[in-house]
């Protein structure tokens, strides 16, 4: 069994940090400032291919695999994870019009996408819980062609960025996936979300106030909205959490070393202490265990495993990626010092997008209930 990265997926990852070096490093403190969507570099992303990365070139994409979108995103987000993040969640609804939409859809909705030209969210979770989906409360009634939607949905990322956002509702016995359109009658975003982190990437409440949809948005087959819905998220958004974990840990860390490598007490560089030593290998162990449960997940989709076959696998990446992005920022806090809470090295920065990491794609205990599940079987 070989998963190792190809010639070219190393060659992707040459041509993503140059990329993140030159166009996200120099203005990821003003970005996260400024708390703007970040437009212009997702242009640029998109004409490097990055944006449409798993979807098939027929419709603008780059189609280069899931293992290469995991070393894209945690590229992006060694540098900017919100950029990395925006991947994680857009490319659900991307990954949802691939495999589940019809021609007419992906030849519509995927080319503008691929070339970031707009910009896709993906609302599953509402006020009465996320990880449940049966809760739902939104509601898409069908009146003759259309469907009629009333309900709210919480916590969606780039959701008032969005042109197009993939929703699930209650239809009758069942739910149904229905893509709506930025300025359709009935559908607000009422709400931007106050975040910790990930702050140029905006999370908002959607609203749909007898909102007409036309009958051919919807994805898919009637009745199975959920159950696509999850498919997207256990193959494309709890992977892409876990690429931003890893992607932020390893950034963290080559800050940290790079800090203790410069700073001298008792006469020496404090890369000598022992203590530093022994945090930095804590440190590097552990971001490079969470790189290759994060690589291995990538290389069983690429090898056509469904997300419901490997569905632990995936659950131990994201579950394990996410806590040692977590631990590495802190303890890198505490290796550095008052440095450490200064905004020249924006560790804190990054320690706010990790705190974002852990609901998201499913809580940490969702993935420990998914992953116990499996054991007891």
Request: hydrophobic content about 40%.
């Amino acid at each position: 069994m070989d998963f190792a990265p190809t010639r070219e997926q190393e060659m992707l990852r040459d041509m993503v940090r140059a990329f993140a070096e030159s166009e996200l490093a120099p203005n990821a403190l003003s970005f996260d400032e400024k708390g703007e969507f970040p437009f212009e570099a997702l242009k640029k992303a998109a004409k490097l291919g990055l944006v449409g990365i798993i979807n098939s070139k027929e419709y603008g994409g780059s189609d280069m695999g899931h293992l290469a979108r995991m070393i894209m995103i945690e590229e992006i987000s060694r540098v900017y994870p919100p950029l990395g993040f925006y991947f994680q969640t857009g490319q659900i609804g991307m990954y949802g019009l691939q495999n589940f939409g019809s021609e007419e859809q992906k030849k519509k909705y995927l080319p503008p996408l691929c070339q970031g030209d707009t910009v896709m969210a993906w609302a599953l979770t509402e006020a009465t819980g996320g990880s449940d989906a049966s809760t739902l409360q939104t509601t898409a009634e069908l009146v003759g062609d259309e469907y009629n939607v009333n309900g709210r949905k919480v916590f969606i990322t780039a959701g008032e960025t969005a042109d197009v956002v993939g929703f699930v509702a209650k239809a009758g016995d069942g739910t149904n996936l229905l893509l709506v359109e930025k300025g359709t009658p009935g559908f607000t975003t009422p709400r931007r979300e106050e975040r910790l982190g990930l702050r140029s990437i905006p999370v908002s409440e959607l609203a749909f106030t007898n909102c007409r949809i036309p009958k051919e948005n919807l994805v898919g087959q009637e009745g199975r909205g959920v159950r696509l819905a999850l498919a997207g998220i256990g193959a494309v958004g709890r992977p892409g959490a876990a690429a931003v974990s890893l992607g932020i840990a390893q950034g963290a860390y080559e800050v940290t070393l790079r800090f203790a490598k410069e700073r001298n007490l008792y006469g020496k560089a404090i890369v000598q202490l022992q203590a530093v030593q022994f945090a930095l290998v804590n440190m590097n162990v552990e971001t490079e265990a969470a790189r290759w449960l994060c690589y291995y997940t990538g290389w069983l989709l690429d090898q056509g495993k469904s997300p419901g076959e490997i569905g632990p696998d995936i659950a131990r990446a994201k579950l394990y990626a996410t806590d040692v992005a977590n631990k590495v920022c802190l303890k890198a806090a505490e290796i550095m010092g008052g440095y450490g809470l200064s905004p020249e090295y924006q560790l804190v920065r990054r320690l706010r997008d990790a705190l974002e990491l852990l609901p998201a794609a499913g809580a940490q205990d969702v993935q420990r209930v998914i992953i116990g599940g499996a054991i007891a079987r």
